[in-house]
């Protein structure tokens, strides 16, 4: 029977621990439970923030994709054709370094020269 009453007042010794814990435990829940609602508004306010940043950064692709690109083409072809002509006049100086003094036509035949 010692036994019995012993277990029955250390259940009751805890109970009472834990009773006097759970108001504590309580409040505790409530802060744990305001922090989650501050980090859910929060985690939803960056969500809307990297949505509008990747609405922004999908206009610049398009801008850049549909104005950019093009014009940067467009101006790499003249680029080309410029390069491929300074290539032939650089040609035509080695050929002809002369050409600076006398022109691109060839000379007029001198007395005696025939054509």
Not at 3 to 10: A, G, P
Not at 12 to 23: E, H, V
Not at 36 to 52: D, E, K, L, M
């Amino acid at each position: 029977m010692d036994k019995i009453t012993d277990s029955l007042q250390t259940t009751l010794d805890n109970t009472s621990r834990a009773s006097k814990q759970f108001p504590e435990l309580v409040d505790d829940l409530h802060a744990t439970m305001k922090n989650i609602r501050q980090t859910t508004i929060q985690i939803s306010s960056v969500s809307r923030g990297a949505q509008r940043f990747m609405d922004q950064g999908s206009v610049m692709v398009n801008n850049l994709s549909t104005q950019l690109l093009p014009s940067a083409q467009q101006m790499l072809v003249k680029l080309n054709s410029v390069m491929l002509n300074l290539v032939n006049v650089t040609q035509e100086v080695q050929r002809n370094p002369s050409m600076f003094i006398r022109g691109k036509q060839p000379a007029m035949p001198g007395p005696g020269e025939s054509k």
